[in-house]
């Protein structure tokens, strides 16, 4: 019997041996940080624009069609997983997210940009829920704990360094790539993780023959998604048209038909018990305010000072490494010590030390206007980070803290498409209002528009502020 037939009967009875189980991990790893190529595009935004033209309206479709098709991907990926297989869509997702990686890198115009991301935001979604399982799958159950334990700093790590080495790569011009770098970084990573998983991860990982697809439930989830954000990106540039309005009324109209669905369906996309749970329904709330209003000060937090203040990339991600460092900072204390020992109190504490944050950085963009430093905003950016890191650990672990355990993986699955689908309103909303406030070639006026944007960040954040007392006082992890 060869080496590969062994590690293949291996894999078809239970975990693998650990050292192919920690070459899977390393792979999945690889899938995890490409997926940063996300929150880099932020940063290279005026770059792309400046590069291939279009107005506001093109820049918010690169940036948020990538995690519209993602959230989108999410919801049903995961049964997807257990249908055909996790080895084989992950294999899909890392080949089909390096290959539109390269599509973007090449994008000769807006809508070819626009429609690569499209393609990128699918595969990923494809990718990342099948790593995290086959991570369960591989390992033994007393080596799992210590398989997990890097997530946290190495992603840590990688917020931190995005930023940087997105600006490093925009400044350094390699081969004249200009903002292309950041998409074209990705194909040899993507590459040799592909090759690697082909070897190692295991052929039997999870199947369910007996598990369907609820396809009018994706049909009519992907429908009132649509029919929300087409309007909300394109709206101010068109002048609000009635169709506009129709189209955001409709999809409510939509999504209550989904709901309405998915109580009847024998396979449904979310489990309908879900709904019936205060914690669950408070805890979606929660999520898409929060990821909303992180995205959009992300957005224009890049904009004001590449738009505004016309800094360079390089200097503009060195400017947001206290934001990058308090995040990793606070994920390390939340997840190792602070949400074990606190509680509910620790999410409360994340979302009053970012509103503190917000204000300040509010503060400090009034008061020094087109004076602002790096040094000026650095103790207001590191407390919007640190609060809002304290948040991603526990979060989603309070907010299914009385889930069944039937319950909890659709209940992840469909929190972790919240949080991208709010990511992309939170583009889509908040960006509008910047861009209606900031009028080209009038640096004052960036400034107004991120100062509105920055009050209004901080006025969705203390409406979850208000909310988190509705969820349970221990988390799904202290069951």
Request: glycine letters at 12%; one cysteine or more.
């Amino acid at each position: 019997m060869t080496t590969e037939q062994s590690s293949l009967t291996v894999s078809r009875a239970g975990p693998l041996p650990l050292r192919q189980a920690w070459l899977v991990l390393a792979v999945v790893f690889v899938a995890e940080i490409m997926d940063l190529d996300s929150s880099v595009a932020n940063l290279a935004g005026p770059s792309i624009r400046a590069d291939l033209g279009g107005g506001p309206m093109t820049l918010q479709w690169v940036l948020t069609v990538y995690t519209v098709a993602f959230s989108l991907g999410l919801v049903t990926s995961g049964r997807l997983g257990d249908i055909l297989g996790r080895r084989r869509l992950f294999l899909l997702g890392m080949t089909g997210f390096t290959l539109t990686s390269l599509a973007c890198g090449l994008a000769p115009d807006p809508g070819f940009l626009i429609a690569a991301r499209l393609l990128q935001g699918l595969f990923g979604s494809v990718m990342i829920p099948q790593g995290m399982a086959l991570v369960k799958i591989v390992f033994p159950p007393q080596y799992l704990r210590k398989a997990l334990m890097p997530f946290g700093p190495i992603m840590g790590l990688a917020t931190v360094a995005g930023p940087i080495l997105a600006g490093w790569l925009l400044h350094l011009n390699p081969f004249g790539s200009q903002w292309r770098s950041i998409f074209l970084i990705n194909v040899p990573f993507g590459i040799a993780a592909a090759l690697l998983g082909r070897r190692v991860l295991p052929h039997h990982s999870g199947e369910d023959p007996g598990t369907r697809l609820d396809l009018t439930g994706v049909a009519l989830l992907t429908a009132g998604s649509a029919l929300l954000i087409i309007p909300l990106i394109q709206g101010r540039e068109l002048g609000w048209p009635a169709w506009t309005y129709l189209s955001m009324i409709a999809s409510v109209a939509v999504f209550a038909l989904f709901v309405a669905s998915e109580r009847r369906s024998p396979h449904p996309v979310i489990t309908p018990s879900l709904f019936r749970r205060r914690s669950f329904v408070i805890g979606l709330l929660i999520v898409g305010g929060f990821y909303a209003s992180l995205s959009a000060f992300v957005l224009v937090i890049n904009l004001l000072l590449q738009l505004g203040l016309h800094w360079t990339p390089l200097r503009t991600g060195l400017t947001l490494i206290p934001w990058a460092l308090g995040t990793a900072v606070a994920v390390l204390l939340a997840g190792a010590v602070l949400a074990e020992k606190l509680g509910r109190a620790t999410l409360r504490i994340g979302l009053s030390i970012a509103i503190v944050g917000l204000l300040a950085l509010w503060w400090t963009v009034v008061h020094w206007s087109t004076d602002v430093t790096a040094w000026h905003l650095a103790p207001s950016l590191f407390l919007t980070g640190f609060g809002a890191g304290l948040m991603f650990v526990p979060l989603f672990d309070f907010i299914l803290g009385d889930a069944t355990t039937e319950e909890v993986g659709s209940g992840a699955g469909m929190l972790n498409a919240v949080q991208q689908f709010a990511g992309a309103i939170g583009v889509a909303a908040l960006g509008t209002v910047f861009f209606a406030g900031a009028a080209p070639g009038t640096t004052h006026s960036y400034f107004h528009a991120a100062e509105l944007v920055f009050g209004l960040c901080a006025a969705l954040y203390l409406l979850t502020l208000l909310l988190v007392g509705r969820l349970p006082k221990h988390s799904q992890q202290a069951h």
